[in-house]
């Protein structure tokens, strides 16, 4: 993470803003909308918070993870992520909005996947939540398909030169989840332990998912 | 269109900037442009083509320096003003100055559960077999519509490889016009790196598109 706030784009700067009391523009620019659509019947406020309420605490990568810590574990689910990996996920209750046609796509020793949407911010809602900024961010949406070997050296990910990357950009309304490898030294662990080993990056294929030695270590740390 | 969300292969955009917390949002406002978005989208007014076709429509130096709640906020103001459900003026005033026009329902906090549940699934019957199959040689066409396209500039005009025949689904090109939904078989479509980006790009990169019918010819 890089954490240099100082260093934002454009599109960002009315951020710092937000913080200091007075109501920014868009602030007021958003009251004025809802207001309007709410007086006009167009829309009930209450579904609105119930939206905003399901997507903060409700849909998130953890959801992804156990998808993926199933596949790692349960050969016969794998086979059926495999074959038709939107029943598969919608069997474990994920369900709905971005979500309606899945694809799982599977790391291996010669391939690693990685998704991108660059025409605007697509993203498997149901496996993983929201995207995080910068997934929908210009950067991102520019060079994951140009230069992804570069995009995944930011990220922090070397893979050997020799290790094809494949890049999935989502123009429609297909929804590709990508399944890390299982890291080695994790045989007999159950879903749940190797559920916390998935992290969201790795779903996405701009991250590896965590260490087992660290985790282990750090669960038995002081 | 070829407008400023077109994205890919683009530079200059700087480092990807990863934030050490990661909020879903960065401001009260961004919420509610969240939620009016999908309240307003789940009205039957307009359709998620239409949806994407206002903000990509943004003239592109205002999309590119717009953050994007601000596209979202904007996408659904030109929404409202073109279908009539909004006047300029009363966005001006901030408050209704006119009657409602009607709108096919309105999102109850009851019924959200549902119909996120429900989604917005994109598959039709197939009216006929696809005309490609999985690792059928196809070239995309060069093509510059000025309304909405989803086929990235990037790739088109390339030849690739059909990988995935995922069905018959709603064209986006007619879709976001209101034309009606015109489905066609989609395919995954894989180009080498070096089709797409030249003789210096890296040879062990594959990039894939999905890719309506009518976007491809026979290689």
Request: glycine share 10%.
């Amino acid at each position: 993470m890089s954490g240099d706030h100082g260093r934002r784009h454009g599109a960002h700067d009315h951020h710092h803003h937000d913080h200091e009391g007075a109501l920014s523009p868009m602030d007021l620019r958003v009251r004025a909308l809802e207001s309007i659509l709410v007086e006009k019947g167009y829309v009930d406020p209450a579904a609105v918070d119930e939206l905003i309420e399901t997507y903060e605490s409700r849909v998130g990568p953890r959801n992804g993870a156990r998808v993926v810590a199933k596949a790692w574990a349960d050969p016969a689910f794998r086979e059926r992520l495999r074959a038709d990996a939107t029943e598969a996920i919608v069997s474990l209750g994920y369900i709905g909005r971005q979500g309606e046609h899945m694809v799982a796509v599977w790391n291996t020793p010669d391939e690693h996947n990685m998704v991108v949407c660059t025409l605007c911010s697509c993203y498997p809602w149901t496996v993983l939540g929201l995207p995080p900024t910068w997934y929908k961010s210009a950067p991102y949406r520019s060079r994951a398909v140009l230069d992804p070997r570069g995009v995944l050296a930011e990220f922090g990910v070397a893979l050997p030169p020799e290790t094809r990357i494949r890049v999935w950009d989502s123009t429609a309304e297909i929804r590709y989840l990508v399944i890390p490898m299982r890291p080695e030294g994790t045989q007999g662990w159950s879903e749940e332990a190797l559920a916390g080993l998935v992290t969201r990056d790795s779903m996405i294929g701009t991250g590896l998912p965590h260490d087992p030695a660290s985790v282990a270590a750090a669960e038995s740390g002081p | 269109m070829n407008g400023g969300h077109d994205l890919g292969g683009m530079h200059g955009f700087g480092p990807i900037e990863r934030e050490a917390d990661e909020p879903w949002f960065h401001a009260p406002w961004e919420r509610r442009a969240f939620g009016l978005t999908l309240a307003m989208g789940a009205s039957g007014a307009w359709n998620l083509d239409m949806s994407r076709h206002a903000r990509e429509s943004l003239p592109p130096g205002e999309y590119l320096t717009s953050s994007y709640y601000e596209i979202w906020t904007k996408g659904v103001e030109r929404l409202v003003t073109r279908l009539g459900l909004v006047s300029e003026a009363e966005l001006k005033a901030g408050a209704a100055l006119s009657p409602p026009a009607p709108i096919p329902r309105v999102l109850r906090a009851a019924d959200v559960a549902a119909a996120l549940a429900r989604g917005g699934p994109t598959e039709r019957p197939a009216a006929h077999p696809a005309r490609y199959a999985q690792g059928d040689a196809v070239v995309t066409r060069v093509t510059h519509p000025p309304g909405h396209i989803r086929l990235p500039r990037y790739a088109r005009g390339k030849r690739g490889t059909v990988e995935l025949v995922h069905g018959v689904h709603v064209f986006p090109d007619t879709n976001a016009h209101g034309q009606g939904e015109e489905p066609q078989w989609l395919y995954t479509v894989r180009f080498s790196g070096l089709e797409l980006w030249g003789e210096e790009a890296d040879p062990e990169v594959v990039v894939s598109i999905d890719a309506w019918e009518s976007y491809l010819e026979p290689a």
